[in-house]
C-alpha cells in the first residue's frame, strides 16, 4: 500500500531511537512544568527559538494546548482578536474562550489584508491578529508581511500557527537563483519571509515535518516570561514526556545535519508528481508545497477506488463551496516507483478523461 496521508514531511518517524542508555529516565516527572521542567525541555525551546528567529520560547504538549491558554492569558490585556476565517479548528477553540471570556471576535476575508485592515479601524483594544502560517487548503502563505505591518499600525500583536510549515519552509538566499526552493533551516514562515519582533508570537507543533509530538511557543523574552506565570495548562495539565523532548532535540540534530538535502530531495519528489500530471493533461497550478490536491465533483469516488488499487489517499473540503477534493500529501521516504504507482492508478481511474485542478501557489 503507498500511503499519501502522513504528514511526516521529512519522512522522520524516530523508531530507531527507541531504548538508549538513559531508558531508565522517566517518562514524566509526575507534576506540571510550572514546579519544574522535564530535562531538556528548556534547550529544546530555545534551540526552536533560535531556529525560528525569536529571543525565546517554551514547550507545551500540544498547539490545542497553546491555543487556549495564550486565549486566556491574552484575554487578561484588554485585548480583542481579529481572526483570518480560513485558520484551522485548533486555533478557533481558542477563540471560542476569548469570546465566553468577553474579549471580542471578529473574522476577516481568509488571506485578505484589506479585510482585516476595514475591521481593525474600528478597534477599540489593543487587537490581536490570528493568522495560520500556511494554509493547505488553498496551498498559500498567508500575507504575514500585510498582518504584520497593519498589526504594528494599530499597536498589536500577530499570532501565527505556523504547524504547517515548520520544517518545511525556511531562510531564503539574498540571490533567489541560489536559495532552494523551500529556503533553507525549516525555520517556517517567519524565516521564509525574514519577519520576527516583539510583537510576533507564534506557536508550531513539531509532530509533522518533525514527527515530535509536542509543540512550541516563540515570542519575545517579556512575553514568555509573563505567559509562563500565568499560564493554567503549565500548572494543571502534564508537559510533554521526556521521550518526546529527547524526540524532538533529536529531530533538531537530523534537522541541522540532513534537513536541507531532504528539502531538496522533497521538493524534487513534488516537482516529479507534479510533471507527471502536467504530462497527462491535468491542469495544475503553481503550488509546490507537498500537500497536492486534485478537485473533482466525483472526489469521493476517487479516493475509495485509489485504495482499491493500493494507493492511500485523503479526502479533503475544497475552497469551493461544498466541493471535495482528493489530497496526497508527499513526504521525503516516498521514491518515485511510489509515485509512478499512483501515476497509473489514476490513469485507469480516468480512463484517459483528463479532470482539472484549480489551485492556489504558495
Same mark, same amino acid.
Given at each position: 500500500m503507498v500511503d499519501f496521508t502522513s504528514a511526516l514531511y521529512l519522512g522522520w518517524d524516530h523508531s530507531g531511537i527507541g531504548c538508549r542508555a538513559d531508558r531508565r529516565e522517566p517518562l514524566t516527572l509526575g507534576k506540571p512544568a510550572a514546579l519544574e521542567e522535564p530535562p531538556g525541555s528548556r534547550t529544546l525551546a530555545e534551540r526552536m527559538a533560535g531556529l525560528t528567529g525569536f529571543e525565546t520560547g517554551l514547550t507545551s504538549p500540544s498547539t490545542?494546548? #497553546?491555543? /487556549?491558554?495564550? @486565549?486566556?492569558? #491574552?484575554?487578561t490585556q484588554s485585548v480583542e482578536f481579529f481572526a483570518d476565517n480560513g485558520i484551522y479548528p485548533v486555533g478557533r477553540r481558542g477563540l471560542e474562550i476569548a469570546s465566553a471570556r468577553g474579549s471580542r471576535v471578529q473574522w476577516f476575508q481568509h488571506h485578505n489584508p484589506e479585510s482585516l485592515r476595514a475591521l481593525l479601524r474600528s478597534s477599540r483594544r489593543i487587537p490581536v491578529v490570528v493568522s495560520d502560517g500556511f494554509c493547505p487548503a488553498c496551498g498559500s502563505l498567508a500575507p504575514l508581511e500585510q498582518? #504584520? %505591518?497593519l498589526t504594528r499600525e494599530y499597536g498589536g500583536r500577530l499570532l501565527v500557527d505556523d504547524t504547517q510549515a515548520l520544517g518545511i519552509l525556511g531562510e531564503r538566499l539574498h540571490s533567489v537563483h541560489q536559495s532552494p526552493p523551500y529556503g533553507q533551516g525549516g525555520g517556517g514562515s517567519g524565516a521564509f519571509l525574514d519577519l520576527a519582533g516583539e510583537d510576533m508570537i507564534v506557536m508550531s507543533s513539531l509532530s509533522k515535518a518533525f514527527g515530535t509530538p509536542l509543540a512550541c511557543l516563540l515570542g519575545s523574552a517579556r512575553f514568555i516570561h509573563n505567559f509562563a506565570a500565568a499560564s493554567m495548562t503549565r500548572l494543571h495539565c502534564s508537559p510533554p514526556s521526556t521521550a518526546a523532548i529527547r524526540t524532538g532535540l533529536y529531530a533538531l540534530d537530523m534537522n541541522r545535519n540532513a534537513g536541507d538535502r531532504l528539502r531538496r530531495r522533497l521538493f524534487e519528489l513534488v516537482a516529479a508528481f507534479r510533471r507527471s500530471l502536467l504530462n497527462r493533461g491535468w491542469e495544475l497550478g503553481n503550488g509546490v508545497f507537498p500537500v497536492q490536491a486534485i478537485e473533482h465533483p466525483d472526489a469521493?469516488? $476517487?479516493?475509495?477506488? /485509489?485504495? @482499491?488499487?493500493?494507493? +492511500? %489517499?485523503?479526502?479533503? +473540503?475544497s475552497g469551493n463551496p461544498g466541493g471535495t477534493r482528493v489530497a496526497f500529501v508527499l513526504n521525503a521516504s516516498h521514491k518515485l516507483n511510489? $509515485?509512478?504507482?499512483? $501515476? +497509473? %492508478?489514476l490513469d485507469q481511474i480516468s480512463e484517459g478523461k483528463v479532470h482539472h485542478e484549480r489551485r492556489i501557489a504558495i
Open positions: 490545542l494546548h #497553546l491555543a /487556549l491558554d495564550v @486565549s486566556m492569558f #491574552l484575554v498582518y #504584520l %505591518a469521493p469516488d $476517487i479516493q475509495r477506488r /485509489l485504495l @482499491s488499487l493500493g494507493v +492511500r %489517499a485523503l479526502l479533503q +473540503r511510489d $509515485i509512478a504507482q499512483l $501515476i +497509473r %492508478a
